[in-house]
């Protein structure tokens, strides 16, 4: 897709000019990502994860106020998204894969260890890192996405959940998905955003953003290639509680209760292979919980994070 804006909407750290970050690449063992960054470089070091159909910029209610209170923060686009690298190959997006450019990502920060937030897919690669890596994490903040294992077991479980995730099993598919989503400039996406957050939740310049990084070379492919991949590597079969998914880091969990693609049920599994676990539940609040609830999200957050 081509756009004819003169000033074309930025995907990069000039997205947010009032903020004090900035646009840079970080080439890691795998995978060459574009990161976002800004704050006290002797701070806390706190890592965003984003998820589908975002990019760094789904952060932007949070960025400044967790810079002003001190911490260092790093916000990737993940691999397949926006200025990140896009391996073409559906196996390069198995969570193996995706938790361990997080690592990486930390080590290139030059530190062992960063508190995780996470949303959607960017949350299942947090819980994936908390798991497999549980040395690299301090801190984790899950919000509106399940813990792996969790989402297994209640997939196989309760017939709302498979309901609910029709659109999973349909991006399986190959190449359609892609031609289907990026009709009518993306407005397929743009329907999916708009169509299950509160009214008003996304403006027409974000969205401007969105449309502008769903249009980057091999974006549409990469993007879903996180959910075949899903599809094709499920994690292994294990009982939630037990050693092999217990989560060791302090770990919140926000939950916004009106979301129309994962069951409440999600929200408790999860917490239950914490050891140490809290369940925030945001009433009337959709999937979209970093934009409908900016500030008090951003507040649960420090509250959990050090410093």
């Not at 063992?29 to 574009?34: A, I, M, S």
């Not at 299942?124 to 077991?153: E, G, K, M, S």
């Not at 190959?174 to 009214?199: N, Y």
């Not at 917490?271 to 809290?278: E, H, M, N, Y």
Request: glycine share 8%.
């Amino acid at each position: 897709m081509t756009r004819t804006d003169s000033h074309p909407p930025a995907t990069d750290a000039s997205a947010l000019p009032s903020v004090a970050v900035e646009s840079t690449t970080r080439d890691l063992p795998d995978v060459r990502l574009h990161v976002v960054v800004g704050g006290n470089p002797d701070g806390p070091l706190v890592v965003l994860l984003h998820g589908f159909p975002e990019f760094w910029y789904g952060w932007r209610h949070q960025l400044e106020a967790l810079l002003d209170a001190g911490y260092r923060v790093v916000v990737p686009d993940q691999r397949g998204y926006n200025r990140s690298e896009k391996p073409t190959d559906i196996g390069a997006y198995r969570l193996r894969y995706l938790t361990r450019d997080i690592v990486d990502l930390i080590r290139a920060e030059g530190r062992e260890a960063a508190s995780v937030v996470g949303h959607d897919w960017g949350g299942i690669v947090a819980w994936a890192l908390a798991t497999r890596y549980p040395d690299a994490v301090d801190r984790l903040v899950a919000v509106n996405a399940p813990h792996p294992v969790a989402f297994q077991r209640i997939l196989r479980s309760t017939p709302e959940q498979v309901g609910r995730s029709w659109y999973a099993f349909a991006f399986q598919l190959p190449w359609i998905p892609e031609r289907l989503l990026e009709a009518g400039e993306f407005s397929p996406l743009e329907r999916m955003l708009r169509g299950t957050a509160q009214p008003g939740t996304f403006s027409a310049s974000e969205l401007a953003h969105y449309r502008r990084a769903w249009g980057q070379a091999g974006a549409r492919r990469g993007m879903l290639n996180w959910y075949r991949a899903g599809g094709r590597y499920p994690p292994v079969r294990a009982r939630a509680g037990t050693r092999d998914t217990l989560v060791d880091a302090p770990t919140l969990v926000v939950w916004g209760d009106g979301d129309v693609a994962l069951v409440p049920e999600l929200a408790h599994e999860s917490v239950g292979v914490c050891a140490q676990g809290r369940l925030k539940r945001y009433s009337g609040t959709s999937h979209w919980v970093p934009h409908e609830e900016p500030a008090r999200l951003t507040a649960d957050v420090r509250s959990h994070l050090p410093l």
